[in-house]
């Protein structure tokens, strides 16, 4: 028995309808559909990915780069006491030498309570430093924990003597709305300390 015979034999199936079915050219026609479904079903596919990735994008918001602050330095370097007087708006007498210097930085710091402040130097290694600001607030920014404090009056201004091993370390005092500080770095002998602050002013 042959298909033909078999396909009549099952349903009594329509002549017409079994040789369409065994056409080649109707198979390749309904392959052809079923291609260009597919096909069109993935470039609906990538389309819509295409649309909903471009929405997600739009609604990102672009953040901005950290702003970079900038600080400005507060202690100005200055070629002579006539501009450092100039930018504090008050004038400091100072020796140009002490302790046997032969050089010394000038600043002006830029603060609320502007002050002033001289480094001596012997060959490029730090002496002492003389600062004077405005009010009566310690000016000296020196927080160190000293043996011994004592106090000594002198010309109607109060000395405070910071020492350690007998040797003066740290001196303030307040004056006519101003106040002052000394510092020395390897110290001075309390004797020799008064001759240095009668010439600050």
């Keep these: 028995m042959n298909s033909m015979t078999l396909l009549k034999a099952i349903g009594n199936i329509d002549d017409k309808f079994i040789e369409e079915s ?15 479904i597919s096909s069109f079903t993935a470039a609906a596919a990538v389309m819509a990915v295409v649309v909903f990735s471009t929405g997600i994008l739009n609604n990102i918001t672009p953040q901005p780069e950290d702003e970079v602050v900038t600080v400005a330095n507060p202690m100005i370097q200055c070629a002579d006491m006539t501009e450092a007087e ?3 708006g008050f004038t400091l007498d100072a020796p140009d030498s002490i302790m046997g210097s032969d050089s ?4 002006v710091y830029n603060i609320d309570n502007k002050l002033i402040e001289i480094t001596y130097y012997l060959n490029n290694e730090e ?3 003389v600062r004077k600001g405005v009010g009566n607030e310690d000016v000296s920014g020196d927080y160190n924990q000293y ?14 003597l910071n020492t350690n091993s007998n040797l003066v370390y740290l ?3 307040n004056t006519d709305g101003y106040s002052y500080s000394f510092s ?5 002998k309390p004797e020799e300390i008064l001759n240095i602050l009668n010439s600050i002013m």
């Design 22 to 36: 065994m056409s080649p050219t109707s198979y390749h026609n309904k392959k052809k559909s079923i291609i260009y």
């Design 86 to 88: 100039n930018l504090a």
């Design 104 to 107: 010394k930085d000038l600043y």
């Design 127 to 129: 002496l002492c430093t």
């Design 147 to 160: 043996e011994s404090t004592t106090q000594i009056e002198n010309n109607d201004i109060t000395y405070t």
């Design 171 to 173: 001196v303030t005092w």
């Design 184 to 188: 020395s770095v390897k110290g001075i």
